[in-house]
């Protein structure tokens, strides 16, 4: 039975770890790409991906293999992303698996990140097949990798294979105990249809593409379909297979990982989690654990030209066919015109977007600094509204309670660096929960902070105070009430409503005061004095002033060298590409972040 002969398995790896570099290999090994038609990692395909070396979205394929005991398998692995951002698509891929590999780099070790992936496998369930990569490297470390499998994660260090993926060592070996460790897939064909949503993309010619995991029944072209968590209908017109290119099957039945066509305009009506039922014969419950991916991070992305404004809309538009997690709304800034408030997963996320909006749609643009979502009940009203946006943050008479999400952090940090994690996250508000050995020498030390204290640069200081030798990873708690003001930022006596931020009581005057210092030093200086304020509500909490300018820039050209005055005004004129005016004054793009560096 074809059933039988099915297995369908995860990557887990910490960034850069070789989990890429394993799958090519294997793809190589199993004849589903020749070593001549392989690209150099053809699961990370998106171009800003393999820039970043790093993996995004997801991809799945199919590799046909013939094992050592003569029989024809078919293995699936689902590739997943290894951020934090994108841990919910992480835990869907993970449930249309049976097993996992866990790739470790024999060099590293095991990372908070890698903990956090192996802990939501365990959790499922799922079958674990370490294996120890890079043991080409000459500073490898196989043993000290064994033993933290044991003592962290609980699994015998010897049953994990070792590994290059770089020159193949140990590959068939780890095609071997695919076969032969992990469980094929349950499931029956003549049970309800339930099909699994873990990607889908769109495509121009065919609209959304689809990839699932038939859990139960079966999935035919041709056939009426029904989504379990929004209701909507559609008609199948394609489903297949990825081997690795697009092949068409007539039917994708129990145990199957594969592709759907269903003529869908929106990703939004293919989300990742839902349940494809059929329409005719639907199943009486969607499978479990479904849960709608919500923005955590908000920033307001505006042209730099007031005329890109629509060429903008239209890149928006276009990034979120492929991203159902990307949400923007207009905005309209009283400094910086017309633009839009996006709300993303998480930082990585929203780097992610506005560089492609940059490389891709050639659009420059001015970002404020990221915040995250508050809620505020207000005075005499029930309701609890979201604040998305800063400048939305009603008076403080008009307040009664803000609310701020909650994150726990999982710090795994060397014995020697507990300080200076337990002294960042004091600075950062954290409040400490519990602290535990994982071996002689390092510990896992969890926090409680608040989000939009990590959101900014707390992954940078982290590895700066720690040489690199820390790892995170967290997850969201839910919201707890916290004092916190908002603080405007005036220039020329203007308010500059994109500058105004969210802090917390205790660092609203030191926060001030320091933006309003590295706004002094930012903003070119003109004719005139500008004076830069901090204010909450009405009253300023900081002043500095920027004097003004005594000389015009072409003074030391004595007018004699062209080409250097006109290196000057062309040099010039970039800078300008990033500035907004307001009223009399120019403010340059980094200004608007400048509140992230603060420390
Ligand atoms: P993400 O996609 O970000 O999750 O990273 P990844 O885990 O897929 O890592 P990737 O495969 O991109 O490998 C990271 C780096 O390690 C690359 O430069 C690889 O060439 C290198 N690498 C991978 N496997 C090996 C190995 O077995 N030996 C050596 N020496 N280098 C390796």
């Known amino acids: 039975m074809k059933q039988e002969r099915i297995r369908n398995f995860s990557i887990i790896a910490h960034i850069d770890h070789g989990k890429s570099t394993l799958a090519d290999r294997m793809l ?15 699961l990370d395909n998106m171009e800003l991906e393999r820039e970043r070396g790093i993996t995004i979205k997801l991809q799945s394929v199919t590799m046909n293999y013939t094992a050592q005991d003569g029989l024809g398998y078919f293995l699936n692995v689902i590739d997943t992303p290894g951020h934090v951002d ?33 802990y939501l496998a365990v959790e499922q369930d799922l079958e674990i097949i370490p294996v120890i990569n890079k043991i080409d490297l000459p500073n490898a470390d196989v043993d000290k990798v064994k033993r933290e499998l044991e003592e962290i994660v609980g699994i015998d260090g010897d049953e994990a294979i070792l590994a290059s993926a770089k020159d193949g060592t140990g590959i068939t070996e780890v095609l071997e105990s695919i076969v032969q460790r992990i469980p094929p897939p349950e499931g029956r064909d003549d049970e309800h249809l339930k099909a699994l949503i873990f ?53 994708l039945t129990a145990g199957d990982v594969g592709f759907m066509a269903a003529s869908i305009k929106d990703v939004k009506d293919s989300r990742v989690g839902d349940t494809i039922t059929s329409a005719d014969k639907p199943a009486p419950e969607p499978l479990p654990g479904y849960k709608q991916v919500k923005p955590m991070v908000y920033c307001g992305l505006f042209p730099t030209e007031g005329e890109d404004y629509e060429d903008l809309r239209d890149a928006l538009d276009k990034l979120q066919l492929n991203d159902s997690s990307l949400v923007y709304e207009q905005e309209n800034s009283v400094a910086l015109g017309f633009g839009f408030r996006c709300g993303f997963l998480g930082l990585l996320h929203m780097e992610i977007i506005q560089e492609r909006l940059e490389r891709e749609y050639n659009i420059t643009l001015v970002t404020t600094a990221p915040n995250v979502v508050y809620r505020v009940k207000k005075v005499d009203e029930e309701e609890i509204i979201d604040v998305e946006n800063p400048t939305y943050l009603p008076p403080r008479n008009e307040i009664e309670a803000i609310y701020e999400p909650m994150v726990r952090a999982n710090f795994m940090v060397p014995q020697d660096y507990i300080g200076p994690v337990m002294e960042l996250c004091q600075e950062k508000r954290g409040i400490y929960e519990t602290m535990e050995y994982l071996d002689s020498l390092r510990v896992m030390l969890k926090y409680k902070l608040p989000l939009s ?8 200081l982290l590895k700066s105070r720690t040489r690199g030798y820390a790892s995170f990873d967290y997850e969201l708690l839910g919201y707890e009430e916290a004092k916190l003001v908002k603080v405007d930022i005036l220039v020329n006596k203007e308010p500059v409503d994109a500058l105004s931020f ?14 309003a210092d590295k706004l002094r030093e930012m903003l070119p200086r003109q004719m005139f004095d500008i004076p830069v304020q901090a204010a909450i509500g009405n009253k300023v909490i900081a002043r500095e002033t920027v004097k003004a300018l005594k000389k015009n820039v ?33 403010i340059p793009q980094e200004a608007f972040m400048a509140v992230l560096s603060i420390d």
Request: include cysteine.
């Open 28 to 42: 190589e090994y199993t004849d589903t790409l020749t070593k001549r038609e392989m690209q150099d990692q053809y």
């Open 86 to 118: 994108f841990n919910y698509e992480v835990s869907r891929s993970l449930q249309a698996c049976e097993g996992v590999l866990l790739v470790i780099d024999a060099c590293q070790g095991i990372e908070a990140q890698t903990l956090a992936n192996i």
């Open 199 to 251: 990607d889908s993309y769109y495509d121009t010619y065919r609209g959304v593409i689809t990839y699932l995991k038939v859990v139960s029944g079966s999935l035919t072209s041709n056939m009426k379909i029904e989504m379990m968590q929004t209701g909507k209908k559609f008609d199948v017109s394609e489903v297949g297979i990825l081997n690795p290119t697009p092949k068409k099957v007539d039917a």
């Open 453 to 460: 204290e990590i959101v900014y640069d707390f992954f940078d």
């Open 502 to 515: 969210i802090v917390h009581e205790d660092k609203a005057y030191y926060k001030g005061r320091q933006l």
């Open 554 to 586: 072409l003074a030391k050209c004595y007018g004699g060298d062209v080409t250097r005055k006109r290196k000057l005004l062309e040099k010039q004129k970039e800078g300008k590409q990033r500035m907004k005016q307001i009223g009399k004054v120019d």
